[in-house]
Antibody, heavy 120, light 107 residues
Framework: QVQLQESGPGLVKPSQTLSLTCTVS??????????WSWIRQPAGKGLEWIGRIYSSGSTKYNPSLKSRVTISVDTSKNQFSLKLSSVTAADTAVYYCAREGYVANWFDPWGQGTLVTVSS | DIQMTQSPSSLSASVGDRVTITCQAS??????LNWYHQKPGKAPKLLIYDASNLQTGVPSRFSGGGSGTHFTFTISSLQPEDIATYYCQHYDNLPYTFGQGTKLEIK
């Protein structure tokens, strides 16, 4: 059973770069059957898709964040990562990683989520 | 971006009630729609994919329907453990977007 776990700093200063890692267990990130995604949720608000990466390294990003987002993969560690630059208070949110089927385009499973607060 | 509009935003119902949530897409998305619920402090969980297919292990009291721009999600007999916020999500094209959520409470 595949499980995902987010990790990274819970506090980031304004204008700095938010960095998170998602560790995949119970399955290989090299599998050609899946994309690996990041989704975020500000407190009390809805869900926003940030972007995804395929095991080959191919990425797609939400245009609303594209200029600030980088998603990368480390297949040797079975991890993928998110970097969001020039953060502001509006980037404060719970960040989730999730698996998306390559042809089965739904998110399952999800990580438990990690709260990142942007504050000086 | 395709806009997903859910209604109602919140709903209060009694145990055993039939509950229906609707999701309207701003353009035709065929059946490229998924439903999740999210319990407080937890990650969303997939319930329905491709508009009407029940995810493995999800109780059969949950069901989905619709195509094109209008979709429904139904709980046939509300249980106390169904208290959550429910989201629809399209995957017709990128960026994927979610509905704003429907918060379901017990009367």
């Amino acid at each position: 059973q595949v499980q995902l776990q987010e990790s990274g700093p819970g506090l980031v200063k304004p204008s700095q770069t938010l960095s998170l890692t998602c560790t995949v267990s119970g399955g290989s990130i090299r599998s050609g059957s899946y994309h690996w995604s990041w989704i975020r949720q500000p407190a009390g608000k809805g869900l926003e898709w940030i972007g995804r990466i395929y095991s080959s390294g191919s990425t797609k990003y939400n245009p609303s964040l594209k200029s600030r987002v980088t998603i990368s993969v480390d297949t040797s560690k079975n991890q993928f990562s998110l970097k969001l630059s020039s953060v502001t208070a509006a980037d404060t949110a719970v960040y989730y990683c999730a698996r998306e089927g390559y042809v089965a385009n739904w998110f399952d499973p999800w990580g438990q989520g990690t709260l990142v607060t942007v504050s000086s | 971006d395709i806009q997903m509009t859910q209604s109602p935003s919140s709903l209060s119902a009694s145990v055993g009630d039939r509950v229906t949530i609707t999701c309207q897409a701003s353009q035709d998305i065929s059946n490229y729609l998924n439903w999740y619920h999210q319990k407080p402090g937890k990650a969303p969980k997939l319930l329905i994919y491709d508009a009407s297919n029940l995810q493995t292990g999800v109780p059969s009291r949950f069901s989905g329907g619709g195509s094109g721009t209008h979709f429904t999600f139904t709980i046939s007999s509300l249980q106390p453990e169904d208290i959550a916020t429910y989201y629809c999500q399209h995957y017709d094209n990128l960026p994927y977007t979610f509905g704003q959520g429907t918060k379901l409470e017990i009367k």
